[in-house]
């Protein structure tokens, strides 16, 4: 089963006068519990691609499937309630709120969905432990490393159990030691729970733990390496 | 909806200082408000405590037809005074209810003429919450039996030059219309430190003037002195239904214009202070349009979490709503300290008691007071404008899409 | 200087909006101000010339014994046989009108109802009353020798139920200390806009108040209009003789000039509080600039700038920002106070005794007023600037290069 699937998009982007193509026509499908890799040179359109996927951008022309259900033309709130309830995001920068704790990060996306406190609690805390930072819930972003914050991230994009995790360049900002942390952490989290990753990169330390690669070069698909899973 | 409370509250302390400037402009704008309403307060109630004794109680019963005929001084006489009376002194909150007659006229000697007002007054039933009696500058204070004899105010006194023993001609009108005009004696004079209404007021006892203006046994007005100030309204609910064909009224309808001023001039002054705060919210304005270009990266991840337009929209409203909240609380400390130092103190306004008919009832300083009732309406009228002031920022956070936000640095 | 002017216009076209809705909040303060002074103004200014002109005169002529508050009618407080005294004041040139009048107390009593009025005689003829005969309503003016016509105001006909040709009893004091009582007939009622005079004020006759009250040819005072009311204290010194008082216009009006000042201080206060928070707007405005440039302020002081350069820089700022405001300010302002002027707002009648407002205030703006509360917003737009100013000139190089 597919979980998402995007048919022949294109994605143009007028600054000014000049227009750029930032997709001509991209065609892909990622199975459930994949652990893909979108690597290529910056510019090749892995992060448009990404944003497509995860609803926080519309394509020019094409198609987007989430989980065999077209999404193209939803409305803005439409796209916003599927994303909080199926779609995860972790993000180069730490893209933590900086007024919330590491645990209201964590939870913020569970009140978004009107999950009741004990529950809620249960499941922060849970996911704070799965990413060995339980004795840091109470910290502010600007009091976490680097490492800390993106592992925080990515709890909570795990938190609300979504069916697909989004990750744009998560180990950009890290260093060697902290990124490959981060990578096993999703790595297992994929292997343990069945979640869907895919993440865009370029460092080849990375894309060494996907058992998938796709490679973009201006905007197209030039390799579309077939999953392992 | 805890979450965005608290996201909110955060945000608005995350530049402490921009917040704590504009916070200081709305509190200002609101002490000022303060300000002007608890000096106003503080003069109506100089004004009323002064305006209840002159008229001689907080109530005014007349025969009905009365009030229609007010401006002209109507001598209508009670159909059964003593039934009033009763009735008034039944009710627990009534100290006393006293009889009198009224009537306008002229006073005048070869000093010159001067319109006043005639009041034949019950001496003793009035003495002890007369306003007169305890200030007898000379002679004395009249008594039932006394004819001829009249207690005229200082200042009436000084401009016709007259002192105890002195004659003085009084011309009333009578039950008719007719003017009748009698030489009396000065019996006293009293100060009450008005001025203005020691000249206008002269009285005589009730007996003479039933007798004089051709109400034999009557009386036109029944004062009722109540324990507080205040309990006018539900007093006269009280007694209105037992004493029909009788007109009871608070003291506040002699004064209609008073009302009417004071109403003009704080319709005024809510405008001014809609455009004092709007000037103030131009500054919340300028802050959350420049939160939302800070938060610009911020407010796409909350869009790729999940939030809906409407809901970061709401996040931005939040915040220009607690920024009010926040300076109507700073605005009534700052309006309660001001308020509450010149409540103490008293403004001194003497040297203004001849410019109106109400300033002369003003006998000395006037103490602002706290203004609190009013500072409530204030306050959420400043948080209103504060969280309009958001809606434009609000509405423009909420316009980016998610990606496009992300992009921004 | 051009350069730093250059810089600043640059800098503040950066974030186009929030400049002008900073200019707006001074704009909005100021054209506030201007207005409240207009109508402060213009409600005294109003004031003063209606009372002038109903009342008090340029210059009023008076027994030395004669006593305002008492209106008395004794001979020895009069001004015996006026005319002359008139024809000689009018003599002077700088004299427009010179007109003898007599002033009585009296009740006005129509079947039940009485009120106590104030009883003027005039001199139909003079021009110093034609404000009167240009306000009548209905009816016509008096003839210098009516024996029973009065004229009574709007209200006064309004609450009496009267119209012209109305018989109505006046009972008035007289040099006697009696008084006496006659019927009139209402020959016109008149309206000078000004309630709380209109309805207290009755005229008739000058000849006919003799009469009635037994002044003979006596008059209370001789009231005088100029041609500009600055010259009355040269006039006064000129007719100023034994056994006469002469008053002026600021003499008899006091109450006015110093309700002005009173208002006036109050203004000041109102001044300071609607620009205190305007500043505000400005500093805030500044304070968010600092931080956005902090990095480029280093580069400057890195690259040679001083301290007091880039006080001057975000100075220049405000006070561009002061002259966006004070320019949009005197704009509203002016179109605002011009709707005022033109139109005038409706009060009503106040009850003030001890001036005559009318029952419409118009407002009227004067230049020094302007000029002043332009210097006001500017001193207090630079005052504003100076916290942000001074923390951007505090900015270490390093400090600053290393802002995000």
Same mark, same amino acid.
């Given at each position: 089963?597919?979980? #998402?699937?995007?048919?022949?998009?294109?994605?143009?982007?007028?600054?000014?006068?000049?227009?750029?193509?930032?997709? +001509?026509?991209?065609?892909?499908?990622?199975?459930?519990?994949?652990? #893909?890799?979108?690597?290529?040179?910056?510019?090749?359109?892995?992060?448009?691609?990404?944003?497509?996927?995860?609803?926080?951008?519309?394509? #020019?022309?094409?198609?987007?499937?989430?989980?065999?259900?077209?999404?193209?033309?939803?409305?803005?709130?439409?796209?916003?309630?599927? +994303?909080?309830?199926?779609?995860?995001?972790?993000?180069?920068?730490?893209?933590?709120?900086?007024?919330?704790?590491?645990?209201?990060?964590?939870?913020?996306?569970?009140?978004?969905?009107?999950?009741?406190?004990?529950?809620?609690?249960?499941?922060?805390?849970?996911?704070?432990?799965?990413?060995?930072?339980?004795?840091?819930?109470?910290?502010?972003?600007?009091?976490?490393?680097?490492?800390?914050?993106?592992?925080?991230?990515?709890? +909570?994009?795990?938190?609300?159990?979504?069916?697909?995790?989004?990750?744009?360049?998560?180990?950009?900002?890290?260093?060697?030691?902290?990124?490959?942390?981060?990578?096993?952490?999703?790595?297992?989290?994929?292997?343990?729970?069945?979640?869907?990753?895919?993440?865009?990169?370029?460092?080849? +330390?990375?894309?060494?733990?996907?058992?998938?690669?796709? #490679?973009?070069?201006?905007?197209?698909?030039?390799?579309?390496?077939?999953?392992?899973? | 909806?805890?979450?965005?409370?608290?996201?909110?509250?955060?945000?608005?302390?995350?530049?402490?200082?921009?917040?704590?400037?504009?916070?200081?402009?709305?509190?200002?704008?609101?002490?000022?408000?303060?300000?002007?309403?608890?000096?106003?307060?503080?003069?109506?109630?100089?004004?009323?405590?002064?305006?209840?004794?002159?008229?001689?109680?907080?109530?005014?019963?007349?025969?009905?037809?009365?009030? !229609?005929?007010?401006?002209?001084?109507?001598?209508?006489?009670?159909?059964?005074?003593?039934?009033?009376?009763?009735?008034?002194?039944?009710?627990?909150?009534?100290?006393?209810?006293?009889?009198?007659?009224?009537?306008?006229?002229?006073?005048?000697?070869? !000093?010159?003429?001067?319109?006043?007002?005639?009041?034949?007054?019950?001496? !003793?039933?009035?003495?002890?919450?007369?306003?007169?009696?305890?200030?007898?500058?000379?002679?004395?204070?009249?008594?039932?039996?006394?004819?001829?004899?009249?207690?005229?105010?200082?200042?009436?006194?000084?401009?016709?030059?007259?002192?105890?023993?002195?004659?003085?001609?009084?011309?009333?009108?009578?039950?008719?219309?007719?003017?009748?005009?009698?030489?009396?004696?000065?019996?006293?004079?009293?100060?009450?430190?008005?001025?203005?209404?020691?000249?206008?007021?002269?009285?005589? %006892?009730?007996?003479?003037?039933?007798?004089?203006?051709?109400?034999?046994?009557?009386?036109?007005?029944?004062?009722?002195?109540?324990?507080?100030?205040?309990?006018?309204?539900?007093?006269?609910?009280?007694?209105?239904?037992?004493?029909?064909?009788?007109?009871?009224?608070?003291?506040?309808?002699?004064?209609?214009?008073?009302?009417?001023?004071?109403?003009?001039?704080?319709?005024?002054?809510?405008?001014?202070?809609?455009?004092?705060?709007?000037?103030?919210?131009?500054?919340?304005?300028?802050?959350?349009?420049?939160?939302?270009?800070?938060?610009?990266? !911020?407010?796409?991840?909350?869009?790729?979490?999940?939030?809906?337009?409407?809901?970061?929209?709401?996040?931005?409203?939040?915040?220009?709503?607690?920024?009010?909240?926040?300076?109507?609380?700073?605005?009534?400390?700052?309006?309660?300290?001001?308020?509450?130092?010149?409540?103490?103190?008293?403004?001194?306004?003497?040297?203004?008691?001849?410019?109106?008919?109400?300033?002369?009832?003003?006998?000395?300083?006037?103490?602002?007071?706290?203004?609190?009732?009013?500072?409530?309406?204030?306050?959420?009228?400043?948080?209103?404008? %504060?969280?309009?002031?958001?809606?434009?920022?609000?509405?423009?956070?909420?316009?980016?899409?998610?990606?496009?936000?992300?992009?921004?640095? | 200087?051009?350069?730093?002017?250059?810089?600043?216009?640059?800098?503040?076209?950066?974030?186009?909006?929030?400049?002008?809705?900073?200019?707006?909040?001074?704009?909005?303060?100021?054209?506030?101000?201007?207005?409240?002074?207009?109508?402060?103004?213009?409600?005294?200014?109003?004031?003063?010339?209606?009372? =002038?002109?109903?009342?008090?005169?340029?210059?009023?002529?008076?027994?030395? &014994?004669?006593?305002?508050?008492?209106?008395?009618?004794?001979?020895?407080?009069?001004?015996?046989?006026?005319?002359?005294?008139?024809?000689?004041?009018? &003599?002077?040139?700088?004299?427009?009108?010179?007109?003898?009048?007599?002033?009585?107390?009296?009740?006005?009593?129509?079947?039940?109802?009485?009120?106590?009025?104030?009883?003027?005689?005039?001199?139909?003829?003079?021009?110093?009353?034609?404000?009167?005969?240009?306000?009548?309503?209905?009816?016509?003016?008096?003839?210098?020798?009516?024996?029973?016509?009065?004229?009574?105001?709007?209200?006064?006909?309004?609450?009496?139920?009267?119209?012209?040709?109305?018989?109505?009893?006046?009972?008035?004091?007289?040099?006697?200390?009696?008084?006496?009582?006659?019927?009139?007939?209402?020959?016109?009622?008149?309206?000078?806009?000004?309630?709380?005079?209109?309805?207290?004020?009755?005229?008739?006759?000058?000849?006919?108040?003799?009469? =009635?009250?037994?002044?003979?040819?006596?008059?209370?005072?001789?009231?005088?209009?100029?041609?500009?009311?600055?010259?009355?204290?040269?006039?006064?010194?000129?007719?100023?003789?034994?056994?006469?008082?002469?008053?002026?216009?600021?003499?008899?009006?006091? =109450?006015?000039?110093?309700?002005?000042?009173?208002?006036?201080?109050?203004?000041?206060?109102?001044?300071?509080?609607?620009?205190?928070?305007?500043?505000?707007?400005?500093?805030?405005?500044?304070?968010?600039?600092?931080?956005?440039?902090?990095?480029?302020?280093?580069?400057?002081? &890195?690259?040679?700038?001083?301290?007091?350069?880039?006080?001057?820089?975000?100075?220049?700022?405000?006070?561009?920002?002061?002259?966006?405001?004070?320019?949009?300010?005197?704009?509203?302002?002016?179109?605002?106070?011009?709707?005022?002027?033109?139109?005038?707002?409706?009060?009503?009648?106040?009850?003030?005794?001890?001036?005559?407002?009318?029952?419409?205030?118009?407002?009227?703006?004067?230049?020094?007023?302007?000029?002043?509360?332009?210097?006001?917003?500017?001193?207090?737009?630079?005052?504003?600037?100076?916290?942000?100013?001074?923390?951007?000139?505090?900015?270490?190089?390093?400090?600053?290069?290393?802002?995000?």
């Amino acid at each position: 089963m597919e979980v #998402t699937k995007v048919i022949n998009a294109t994605r143009d982007f007028k600054v000014g006068e000049v227009e750029t193509h930032a997709l +001509r026509g991209v065609n892909l499908s990622v199975e459930n519990g994949e652990f #893909t890799a979108l690597v290529g040179p910056s510019g090749s359109g892995k992060t448009t691609l990404l944003q497509l996927i995860g609803l926080l951008d519309q394509p #020019t022309t094409g198609n987007v499937l989430i989980n065999g259900k077209d999404v193209t033309n939803l409305n803005r709130n439409q796209r916003a309630d599927l +994303r909080r309830g199926s779609i995860g995001f972790i993000f180069q920068f730490f893209a933590l709120i900086p007024t919330l704790t590491a645990y209201e990060n964590v939870e913020m996306p569970l009140l978004l969905n009107g999950m009741k406190a004990p529950e809620r609690k249960a499941r922060a805390d849970e996911m704070l432990a799965a990413v060995g930072l339980t004795d840091r819930a109470d910290h502010r972003p600007d009091q976490l490393s680097g490492g800390q914050q993106q592992r925080v991230s990515v709890a +909570r994009a795990l938190a609300i159990r979504p069916s697909l995790i989004l990750a744009d360049e998560p180990t950009a900002n890290l260093d060697t030691e902290n990124g490959k942390q981060v990578m096993e952490l999703m790595q297992r989290l994929n292997q343990e729970t069945g979640t869907t990753f895919v993440f865009a990169t370029h460092d080849p +330390r990375v894309i060494k733990f996907a058992n998938r690669v796709v #490679t973009l070069r201006d905007g197209l698909i030039v390799e579309n390496g077939n999953g392992k899973a | 909806m805890l979450l965005y409370f608290r996201l909110a509250w955060r945000n608005i302390w995350r530049h402490r200082r921009r917040t704590v400037i504009i916070v200081t402009a709305m509190g200002l704008g609101l002490a000022f408000m303060m300000f002007y309403d608890g000096l106003m307060d503080g003069f109506n109630q100089a004004i009323y405590g002064n305006a209840i004794r002159v008229l001689g109680g907080n109530i005014q019963v007349h025969a009905a037809g009365y009030r !229609e005929k007010v401006d002209s001084n109507p001598m209508l006489p009670l159909a059964n005074a003593d039934q009033v009376v009763q009735a008034a002194k039944a009710n627990p909150e009534v100290i006393a209810a006293t009889r009198r007659i009224a009537t306008g006229g002229l006073t005048s000697n070869h !000093e010159g003429a001067f319109p006043i007002s005639i009041l034949g007054i019950d001496p !003793e039933a009035e003495a002890p919450v007369s306003l007169i009696a305890p200030h007898i500058a000379a002679g004395r204070y009249l008594a039932n039996d006394d004819r001829d004899a009249v207690l005229i105010g200082k200042g009436l006194a000084d401009e016709m030059q007259v002192k105890v023993g002195d004659r003085i001609t009084i011309t009333g009108s009578d039950i008719h219309k007719q003017n009748r005009q009698r030489g009396m004696t000065v019996a006293g004079i009293y100060d009450i430190g008005l001025p203005s209404n020691e000249k206008k007021t002269v009285y005589i %006892s009730l007996p003479e003037a039933q007798e004089l203006y051709g109400l034999p046994g009557q009386s036109t007005e029944v004062d009722i002195t109540l324990k507080k100030v205040g309990q006018e309204a539900a007093v006269v609910a009280a007694l209105s239904p037992k004493l029909p064909g009788y007109e009871v009224e608070s003291w506040e309808k002699n004064y209609p214009e008073l009302t009417t001023a004071v109403g003009n001039k704080n319709a005024v002054m809510t405008i001014f202070g809609v455009i004092i705060i709007v000037i103030a919210a131009i500054g919340i304005l300028n802050l959350l349009l420049m939160a939302v270009y800070e938060r610009t990266r !911020e407010i796409g991840l909350l869009g790729a979490i999940g939030l809906k337009p409407r809901q970061i929209a709401f996040l931005f409203l939040l915040e220009g709503a607690m920024i009010g909240v926040v300076g109507a609380a700073v605005g009534i400390g700052f309006g309660l300290a001001i308020n509450g130092g010149l409540g103490t103190v008293g403004m001194d306004f003497s040297g203004y008691s001849n410019l109106t008919e109400y300033m002369a009832l003003i006998s000395g300083k006037i103490y602002p007071t706290l203004a609190l009732n009013q500072a409530w309406g204030r306050a959420i009228m400043v948080i209103a404008i %504060s969280t309009l002031a958001a809606l434009f920022p609000a509405w423009e956070a909420s316009q980016r899409e998610p990606a496009e936000a992300l992009h921004a640095v | 200087m051009n350069q730093l002017f250059k810089m600043a216009f640059r800098n503040l076209g950066r974030n186009r909006r929030r400049t002008l809705l900073s200019a707006l909040a001074v704009s909005l303060g100021m054209a506030l101000l201007l207005l409240i002074a207009g109508v402060l103004h213009g409600e005294m200014d109003g004031a003063m010339k209606n009372t =002038i002109l109903l009342s008090s005169g340029d210059l009023q002529v008076r027994n030395a &014994a004669y006593n305002e508050e008492k209106m008395s009618l004794d001979w020895k407080d009069l001004i015996a046989s006026p005319d002359a005294v008139v024809e000689q004041i009018k &003599a002077l040139p700088q004299v427009t009108a010179a007109t003898p009048r007599l002033l009585a107390s009296g009740i006005l009593t129509l079947g039940e109802n009485s009120r106590g009025v104030q009883v003027i005689g005039i001199d139909p003829a003079s021009a110093a009353n034609q404000v009167f005969r240009q306000g009548i309503l209905s009816g016509e003016f008096l003839t210098a020798d009516d024996r029973d016509g009065i004229l009574i105001g709007k209200p006064l006909a309004d609450k009496f139920h009267l119209n012209t040709g109305d018989q109505v009893s006046l009972l008035v004091n007289t040099s006697n200390g009696d008084t006496d009582e006659q019927l009139f007939t209402v020959r016109g009622v008149y309206s000078t806009n000004t309630s709380s005079y209109d309805e207290n004020t009755v005229f008739m006759p000058l000849a006919k108040a003799q009469v =009635i009250t037994g002044a003979q040819d006596h008059a209370s005072l001789i009231f005088v209009l100029l041609q500009n009311k600055e010259q009355a204290d040269g006039v006064a010194a000129a007719i100023q003789s034994p056994g006469f008082q002469v008053l002026t216009w600021s003499k008899m009006n006091e =109450i006015i000039v110093q309700t002005e000042q009173f208002a006036n201080s109050f203004m000041v206060l109102f001044y300071l509080i609607v620009l205190g928070i305007t500043a505000t707007v400005v500093t805030n405005t500044l304070v968010m600039a600092v931080f956005e440039r902090t990095r480029e302020i280093g580069v400057l002081t &890195a690259i040679g700038m001083k301290a007091r350069q880039v006080l001057a820089q975000f100075m220049t700022e405000a006070g561009l920002i002061a002259t966006g405001g004070v320019v949009g300010g005197l704009i509203l302002g002016l179109i605002v106070v011009g709707i005022f002027n033109h139109y005038g707002f409706y009060v009503g009648n106040y009850g003030l005794s001890g001036m005559l407002i009318s029952d419409r205030i118009y407002a009227n703006l004067q230049t020094s007023d302007a000029t002043r509360l332009v210097i006001i917003t500017y001193a207090i737009t630079l005052l504003a600037s100076l916290y942000p100013a001074i923390m951007a000139s505090r900015l270490e190089p390093v400090e600053a290069l290393h802002a995000q």
